[in-house]
């Protein structure tokens, strides 16, 4: 909030100048610093202390900035710092606490739509934990982006097409019997596995394979049911893990969303990319112009040579959709990284066809993400080298979380505790993911992401917790409990909290502005670390002074409510006990 105003000031002294305002680490380098004086006086030649000092006279005297500091002061090598006033502080709490359930909302992205793409699995193969960080990632960005007032699609873009469900086709009808009619995931791609074996034997398996997805393309029926089937099955599989981990779409499970649904619009978008498409041993591939962004992209197929379509030419049709019907401000593919190229080439295509597509000011933004590794740093995978499954982790990491629960809160239910389990579970494994900047490979650490007094889910759960407990000790709530008088908040600790409550709005903005989210995690950690230190040192229960007992409470009644709506945006749920 106050950043914002002050990064509006100084760019109206010095329009066109490029500079930084950062939070200092100690208080004592204020609470806002920048380098414009710096920047400005190298640019023209000048002693940035003398820069600064001039700076310094100018905004001290400015009335949009009179009441907000106490002290602005110019420090070496020409760093400009600034205070904030106490009364200014106090007066802003007040109006926090008034909207507490709503700050750090804003309409800023009033009248404009993001489709925000996530998850999007590719049935008859479990999902697994690479998955993860995309369902995480992306249902967080949904949650910024809405709270900054944009209209959100949230959307899983089912895998379901291609040429592999012709080989599935094949192999349940060869051996699908033996497997006793369950349809499970792992059954499907044990399936698909031993077909991919076979084909090593007997070649001719996989122009049988071709033939079936054919006979699927062309409708038969007795191929388009057991596509049905193996579509049922997996969504039903996938709808478990959306449950537990809490994850909603607006298309989930839709035909004439995923992949699939885009088959009939593909003649079109050929016939669109026509004039750049060159014949190459029976395929139909693209090549891209010199001028096309970034260069030297590697031309690629859209038409395979037996006529099949790719998954890139089913993007661009899907593109199409999304750009016509929901004339979308941002597109955002959280997808991981090893798919670079593909939206690089993507971009470029849907650039070149530009209006064609409907595509005209829509930024299309591939949200990257890295590897889920092991400890040891090697990609994480089961003993035997295999990926996991991403529902073993989800019980795994209840599980443990369950332990622990239950030895700490011995005299809960058990459906209690379960339930109380699966949120810390759940809120450790979002947080473990969330806190890394998305482009670095994540490193799963189990005993870290639980670890109730490090940076993890269940330290800030733990937190919020803390703070509900007084409240509820503290009996009516805070409208009840009068007088409030801000001037009485004169400790260290209750500034220090004051200051970190008026950042979340920039924290949550920042995330839209980077499309990350480890941003808001260190924003919520640290605030956590000023609450817990809030609550060891000063009383506010057994205060004798009335006055300042209620005022306190509803300082921490004003954080609790932050803190749970920022943890809501990371998708982690806020527990009144852990
Ligand atoms: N189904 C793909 C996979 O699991 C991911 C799809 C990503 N989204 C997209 N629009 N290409 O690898």
Not at 309 to 317: G, I, Q
Not at 451 to 467: F, K
């Amino acid at each position: 909030m106050v950043k914002r105003l002050l990064k509006q000031k100084l760019e109206k002294y010095f329009p066109g100048v490029d500079f930084d305002i950062l939070v200092p680490p100690d208080d004592k380098m204020g609470d806002y610093s920048t380098n414009v004086a710096f920047v400005l006086a190298k640019k023209e030649g000048k002693d940035p202390m003398k820069v600064g000092e001039e700076l310094a006279v100018d905004l001290r005297k400015d009335r949009d900035l009179i009441g907000i500091f106490e002290k602005i002061e110019v420090v070496k090598p020409g760093f400009v710092n600034f205070f904030l006033g106490k009364e200014f502080l106090q007066k802003q709490l007040e109006e926090i606490y008034k909207k507490r359930d709503s700050f750090g909302k804003s309409d800023a992205g009033k009248g404009k739509t993001v489709i925000v793409e996530y998850s999007s699995p590719n049935i008859a193969k479990p999902m697994h934990i690479g998955h993860l960080r995309s369902t995480v990632i992306g249902d967080a960005l949904a949650n910024v982006y809405e709270s900054l007032g944009y209209k959100i699609i949230r959307w899983n873009y089912v895998g379901d097409w291609g040429t592999q469900f012709g080989k599935l086709i094949a192999a349940w009808k060869k051996w699908g019997k033996e497997f006793g009619g369950t349809n499970t995931l792992n059954a499907m791609l044990r399936l698909y596995v031993q077909y991919h074996e076979e084909t090593k034997k007997h070649p001719e398996l996989e122009g049988i394979g071709q033939e079936e997805f054919k006979k699927l393309e062309q409708g038969d029926p007795e191929n388009r049911k057991l596509w049905e089937l193996f579509r049922e099955e997996s969504i039903r599989e996938f709808k478990r893990i959306y449950d537990d981990l809490n994850i909603n779409f607006d298309f989930e499970r839709d035909v004439a969303k995923s992949e699939s649904g885009y088959e009939k619009d593909l003649p079109a978008i050929i016939e669109l990319l026509k004039p750049d498409l060159k014949k190459s041993e029976g395929a139909l591939v693209f090549e891209f112009s010199p001028e096309a962004i970034p260069a030297n992209l590697p031309s690629t197929i859209v038409v395979k040579s037996d006529g099949a379509s790719v998954y890139l030419t089913r993007e661009l049709a899907t593109l199409k959709d999304r750009l016509e019907n929901y004339k979308p401000d941002k597109i955002l593919y959280v997808v991981a990284n090893q798919q670079t190229l593909h939206f690089e080439q993507l971009f470029a295509i849907a650039k070149k066809l530009g209006k064609k597509i409907g595509l005209r000011n829509t930024e299309l933004i591939h949200v990257k993400f890295g590897m889920v590794l092991g400890e040891d740093g090697k990609k994480l995978a089961t003993r035997e080298g295999k990926v996991i499954p991403l529902q073993d982790v989800i019980d795994k990491i209840v599980a443990l979380a369950g332990k622990v629960v239950k030895e700490k809160n011995p005299e809960l239910s058990e459906k209690e505790s379960d339930e109380i389990a699966k949120a810390v579970g759940v809120g450790a494994l979002k947080y473990g993911d969330l806190k890394q900047h998305p482009h670095t490979d994540m490193v799963f650490d189990w005993e870290a992401m639980l670890d109730i007094s490090g940076n993890s889910g269940p330290y800030l759960q733990y937190t919020y917790a803390r703070l509900s407990s007084i409240l509820v000790k503290a009996g009516p709530t805070t409208d009840n409990r009068q007088p409030i008088i801000c001037e009485l908040l004169n400790h260290e600790l209750e500034l220090r909290l004051m200051k970190r409550l008026l950042e979340f709005p920039d924290a949550v903005e920042k995330c839209a502005d980077l499309n990350a989210l480890n941003g808001l995690a260190l924003y919520l950690y640290e605030f956590s670390n000023d609450i817990n230190r809030f609550y060891e040192s000063v009383r506010v229960l057994d205060d004798e002074n009335i006055e300042r007992r209620n005022t306190r409470l509803m300082l921490a009644e004003t954080a609790a409510a932050v803190l749970e709506r920022g943890l809501n945006i990371l998708g982690i749920k806020a527990l009144k006990r852990v």
